[in-house]
């Protein structure tokens, strides 16, 4: 028998699942969490087989969970089971460390196998999912940011013009402005603002830096 927790907001949610798997012999519900920290709790406590996680709850989202509960190490296999299935949903949840990714229009039985996959530690992804994983990992890897395209990037966050950094890195603004273009086109950004932010996020830039 496979044991469950149901992690959802939605009370009306939570029942259907806890009726469906609770009817079927193969599963146990140990119990149930209304958003991250209280999954994280509960799973701590109960250490399901499986914790079927929604993404986007009040407080404590579900891939704040699935990080939590990797960093404490918790044995439960995590199967997301959302409405989402963009990239900003999707890979999060994936790299934080979930299982399986299935989304709630899923058939009954659809959902009754991705559980039993989860807890075998095997994949289970919705098809769109998997065609989303497969789209990034066909990707071409970006391209590194060179060294004066990091200088350049560096003054621009803390607020120089194209001038002032020019001035400041003895190159003309033309250059400096080529050099941005090319840190957009490998960021995948259009403007500054955005190519600053994306910096950041990617560890090309540090508070420190």
Do not use: W
Request: charged share 25%; hydrophobic share 45%; aromatic share 4%.
């Amino acid at each position: 028998m496979i044991t469950l927790l149901i992690v959802d907001d939605h009370p009306v949610v939570r029942d259907g699942l806890r009726g469906m798997f609770g009817a079927d012999g193969r599963f146990e519900v140990l119990g149930e969490a209304c958003d991250g920290a209280e999954a994280v709790t509960a799973a701590a406590r109960l250490r399901p087989d499986v914790i079927l996680m929604d993404l986007r709850m009040p407080k404590t989202d579900g891939v704040a969970a699935i990080r939590e509960l990797a960093r404490r190490r918790v044995p439960s296999r995590v199967l997301v089971l959302t409405t989402y299935d963009t990239d900003s949903d999707v890979l999060p949840a994936i790299e934080a460390g979930a299982t399986g990714y299935l989304l709630k229009d899923a058939p009954r039985e659809e959902l009754f196998r991705a559980v039993e996959a989860a807890a075998r530690g095997q994949a289970a992804l919705a098809p769109t999912v998997a065609t989303r994983l497969m789209g990034q990992v066909r990707r071409p890897a970006p391209e590194l940011l060179s060294q004066r395209e990091l200088e350049v990037l560096e003054l621009i966050a803390k607020g120089s013009t194209n001038r002032e950094a020019a001035r400041q890195l003895f190159i003309s603004e033309a250059t400096v402005k080529t050099h941005l273009l090319h840190v957009y086109a490998k960021l995948e950004v259009k403007d500054r603002a955005s190519a600053v932010a994306a910096a950041f996020s990617r560890g090309y830039l540090t508070p420190n830096r």
